[in-house]
């Protein structure tokens, strides 16, 4: 019978819930800054700028709330402008039809229905058209209220390599996710598996050899 290298790699390492402390602690040592790329300056720059970075970079979204939130202040300025110059205004992230209505939508409900306030649970912020799971995630989570973890390519690949699950599907991802780190780092966990995801376990070519981690990873090739 053929020896299996990834049953080997997940015993000499043992088990996720044995690792899980020293690898968030390894990876905070060594990604000091992590934390989410986009800018903003209230709880209502936060919902736009994760709404806008779906399909585009946190650079492109950047550039272009720079000038968004010189132009739109609150809710009710979304609202009072033709929907074709929000579209306008938000065309460089792509997507830019699909976007702006969402964005129009969420300003409605929140000015109707919720004081002209971004909600805290995930159960009201996906009531927000155009507001998924992951997004009601990363907004609730930089609230400061995490009621999940944030899986996205990053978090689902290097989970997947350091043995922390081993579903596809990112909701299963998740769950095995919240089984294994404590709630209070539930907010910073995706972020270092993202900073590590860019700068060091990249998709095609990971850089094991200078990996900090590579002696809890199953998959490390050192
Ligand atoms: S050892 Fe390699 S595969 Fe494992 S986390 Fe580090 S870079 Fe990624």
């Known amino acids: 019978m053929p020896r299996d290298y990834t ?9 996720a819930q044995k690792r899980i402390g020293s690898l968030i ?3 905070s040592v060594e990604h000091p800054d992590a934390k989410i790329a986009l ?3 209230s709880d209502v720059e936060l919902l736009i700028a994760v709404m806008l970075s779906a399909q585009t970079t946190d650079v492109n979204v950047n550039r272009v709330t720079e000038r968004l939130f010189r132009k739109y202040h609150c809710p009710e300025d979304y609202l009072a402008v033709p929907i074709e110059d929000l579209e306008q205004d938000v065309y460089e992230t792509g997507f830019y039809h699909q976007k702006a209505r969402s ?3 969420s300003m409605r409900m929140l000015v109707d229905e919720f004081g002209g306030r971004v909600p805290r649970t995930i159960q009201e912020l996906v009531r927000l058209p155009g507001v998924a799971r992951k997004t009601a995630n990363v907004v609730a989570a930089e609230l400061g209220e995490a009621q999940g ?3 996205d390519t990053h978090v689902r690949r290097l989970a997947q390599r350091l043995g922390l699950t081993r579903e596809q599907d990112p909701v299963k991802i998740e769950r095995d996710l919240i089984k294994l780190v404590p709630r209070e780092q539930w907010r910073l966990f995706p972020h270092l598996l993202i900073w590590h995801g860019r700068h060091v376990c990249a998709a095609r070519r990971p850089a094991c050899e ?5 002696d809890l990873c199953p998959a490390s090739r050192v």
């Open 103 to 105: 964005i129009r939508g």
């Open 25 to 27: 602690e390894l990876l």
């Open 7 to 15: 049953v080997e790699a997940r015993r000499r390492v043992g088990p």
């Open 149 to 151: 973890i944030v899986v």
């Open 39 to 41: 800018r903003f300056d």
């Open 210 to 214: 200078r990996c900090v981690v590579s």
